[in-house]
C-alpha cells in the first residue's frame, strides 16, 4: 500500500464495534487459512434457500406493502392509495441487486449453523422467520433512502429509470419513502426482539447523519480530517446498513457475543468496501454501465476517496473541493487530474484492506456454505464493475 495510503489509515482513532460510533481503521487483519475439517460447500456458490429467499423476497416485500400481510400474518392496513402502490410496484416489482438482505440471509446461515454446532437448544424456525424480515427491512430502509437521495440531488434516473421524484413529483416521493420507512418499522416490530428493534433503528439515525455530513464542507480542514469525515459519513450512509443487518441476524441466532461483534465487522468492512467500490466506479465506468450518469459525484459537488486521494499529489484541486466544483471546467479539470495521479489505485487500496479484513472476519466465523459464499461476495467487490 503506498505510504499516503498508510498516513490516512493511521490516522484515524479507533471505535468499539456495536456503539455505531464512526468508523476505525486498523492495520489489515491476514486472511485465516481454511481449517481442515472445515466442511465447505458449493465451492462459494450461493446456497439454494439463500437463492430461494432472495428471489421471494421482492413480491414479500409488495405483499406486506400492497396487502398488509408478512408470511400470512395481518399486520396492518395496506397501501391503499394508488399513487403509493404505483410506487412501491415501481420499485419492488423490478428489485435491483438485492446485495443488502444477501448478505443478511448469508450472515444469518452462518450464525444459525455455529449455534446448531454448539448443540444451544434454539427455536431455528422462529429465528429464521425473524432473520427473513431483517433481510426484508433492509432492503426496504435502503429503497427508502435512494427514493430520498434521488429528491435531495435532484437525479432524473436511477438503475436506467427514471426516479420517483421525475416520475411523482419532489412531494410524493418524499412521502413514498417516508411510507416506506414506517411500514418497515412495523414489519420490524413483528420481531419483539427490544435489541433488535434498537439496532436496526439506528440504521435510518446514521442514514441522516450521513446525509448532513454530505452538505458540510469544512474549507480549513486538513487531508486527514477531509478523510477522515468522508469515511465516517460513508460508514453512516451505506455500511451502517450492512453492519448493523448483520448484526441484528446474529443476535436473533442468540450466537455468541464474539461471534455478534464478528458479524457486525464483516458487515462493517463489507460496506465500506461496497461504496468505495462505487466511488471510485464513478470516475472510470460509462453512464450505461452505471445506470446513472458518470462522474456523479462530482457533479453533485462531492469529494470521495479518488479525489481526496488526487488533492495530496496536486493541492490545486483543494480549491475545488471547498467551492464544491462548482466553476465552469471544475469538474472536467478535477475528472482529468484523478485519471493522470495514482488516486485510482490508492482508492484500489484502501478497497483491498477492506475487503481483507471483511474475508478475516468471514472465515473466523466458520466455514460453512453460507460462510464461503460470503468470502467470495467479500472478494468480488475487487473487480466488480457496475
Not at 93 to 119: D, F, T, W, Y
Not at 312 to 318: G, K
Request: hydrophobic fraction near 40%; charge should be neutral; glycine fraction near 6%.
Amino acid at each position: 500500500m503506498p505510504v499516503r495510503s498508510m498516513i490516512l489509515l493511521r490516522s484515524f482513532n479507533g471505535f468499539k464495534a456495536g456503539s455505531f460510533s464512526p468508523l476505525r481503521f486498523a492495520t489489515t487483519l491476514s486472511a485465516t487459512e481454511n481449517q481442515s475439517n472445515d466442511v465447505v460447500y458449493n465451492h462459494g456458490r450461493t446456497p439454494k434457500d439463500v437463492d430461494q429467499k432472495l428471489e421471494n423476497l421482492p413480491t414479500d416485500i409488495l405483499t406486506f406493502l400492497l396487502e398488509g400481510k408478512s408470511m400470512g400474518q395481518e399486520t396492518s392496513s395496506a397501501f391503499t392509495v394508488k399513487g403509493l402502490q404505483d410506487m412501491a410496484k415501481y420499485y419492488f416489482e423490478k428489485s435491483g441487486k438485492l446485495i443488502r438482505p444477501k448478505v443478511a440471509l448469508l450472515m444469518s446461515n452462518v450464525c444459525n449453523h455455529q449455534v446448531k454446532n454448539s448443540g444451544h437448544d434454539a427455536d431455528l424456525d422462529k429465528i429464521q422467520r425473524n432473520q427473513y424480515r431483517i433481510a426484508m427491512v433492509a432492503e426496504m430502509i435502503h429503497t427508502a433512502s435512494l427514493i430520498h437521495d434521488d429528491v435531495i440531488d435532484e437525479a432524473g434516473t436511477r438503475r436506467g429509470k427514471p426516479t420517483a421524484n421525475v416520475k411523482w413529483g419532489n412531494k410524493r416521493a418524499v412521502l413514498g419513502g417516508d411510507r416506506i420507512l414506517a411500514r418497515a418499522t412495523k414489519l420490524l416490530c413483528m420481531t419483539k426482539d427490544p435489541h433488535v428493534i434498537s439496532t436496526m433503528a439506528s440504521i435510518v439515525d446514521n442514514l441522516v447523519d450521513g446525509e448532513f455530513m454530505q452538505l458540510e464542507v469544512n474549507p480549513t480542514a486538513d487531508a486527514i480530517t477531509r478523510f477522515q469525515h468522508y469515511m465516517q459519513k460513508t460508514y453512516y450512509k451505506t455500511a451502517s446498513l450492512f453492519a448493523n443487518s448483520c448484526l441484528s441476524v446474529a443476535i436473533l441466532s442468540e450466537c455468541p457475543v464474539e461471534y455478534q461483534q464478528k458479524a457486525y465487522e464483516f458487515g462493517r468492512h463489507f460496506g465500506l468496501s461496497f461504496q468505495l467500490v462505487d466511488d471510485m466506479l464513478d470516475y472510470v465506468a460509462s453512464s450505461s454501465e452505471l445506470g446513472k450518469p458518470s462522474v456523479a459525484d462530482l457533479k453533485q459537488g462531492l469529494a470521495t476517496a479518488p479525489v481526496l486521494f488526487a488533492a495530496q499529489e496536486f493541492p490545486a484541486l483543494n480549491l475545488m473541493i471547498n467551492r464544491r466544483f462548482s466553476e465552469n471546467g471544475d469538474v472536467e479539470e478535477a475528472h482529468r487530474i484523478v485519471l493522470e495521479s495514482s488516486a485510482l489505485e490508492q482508492t484500489r487500496d484502501l478497497i483491498r484492506h477492506h475487503t481483507e479484513t471483511a474475508v478475516s472476519m468471514a472465515k473466523e466465523l466458520g466455514q460453512c456454505g453460507s460462510g464461503d459464499s460470503l468470502v467470495k461476495l467479500a472478494n468480488s467487490q475487487v473487480h466488480r464493475e457496475r
